[in-house]
């Protein structure tokens, strides 16, 4: 579910004609990541005007910091989703619980024509929905930032501050708690 991020090479180049003053690499910088980045904040942000002004900040602090030793120096994408996380976390603190309108978003409506096929995916997505709001936050976060988003484990790791083995334990949970409650919802629907 990728949205279409740049490969490596093209973001090493971007950031490099960035580092040297080129602002036709910011403004390029900005239309290409601006769109991700605003997503990651929107699905913890319930207010969409908020949630604009936290992802505008998260530029303004990139044109502050992009030739300093505070700016991106390997990994673009991750710098602007932990400067993203930081904002996020400067408006409301680490405890906070993902908007359900946000998490909504993670599964998509059915374009299927027939009528008991939208039903049944219907059940099924209403069902994935309440069961991701009942994940703790950490584990909503990961699981944005490694399938909504499609970052690396690695980019996860820097982006949430945590080693790549931490980060493989945290989606692991993330996945076995989804799997379970699912499991539950669905034996509490049949029992």
């Not at 030739?67 to 400067?90: I, M």
């Not at 994935?128 to 709001?133: I, P, Q, S, V, Y």
Request: zero cysteines.
């Amino acid at each position: 579910m990728g949205f279409g991020l740049p490969d490596i090479p093209t973001e090493d180049l971007l950031l490099t004609r960035a580092k040297r003053g080129d602002q036709a690499a910011l403004a390029q910088i900005y239309e290409v990541y601006f769109p991700s980045i605003y997503r990651f904040i929107r699905y913890q942000v319930e207010d969409q005007a908020l949630a604009e002004d936290i992802a505008s900040e998260v530029f303004i602090t990139l044109m502050d910091n992009v030739g300093s030793r505070n700016g991106p120096r390997h990994s673009l994408r991750g710098w602007l989703f932990r400067v993203a996380r930081n904002e996020v976390y400067k408006h409301f603190g680490k405890v906070r619980q993902f908007p359900r309108a946000a998490l909504e978003d993670w599964i998509p409506d059915s374009a299927e024509p027939d009528l008991e096929v939208q039903f049944i995916r219907a059940v099924d997505a209403d069902r994935a929905r309440r069961a991701l709001r009942m994940l703790v936050p950490e584990q909503q976060e990961v699981l944005i930032l490694r399938f909504v988003e499609a970052l690396s484990l690695q980019e996860t790791a820097d982006i949430m501050g945590k080693s790549t083995s931490a980060v493989k334990s945290l989606q692991f949970r993330a996945v076995n708690a989804l799997r379970s409650i699912l499991g539950e919802m669905k034996l509490a629907n049949y029992g």
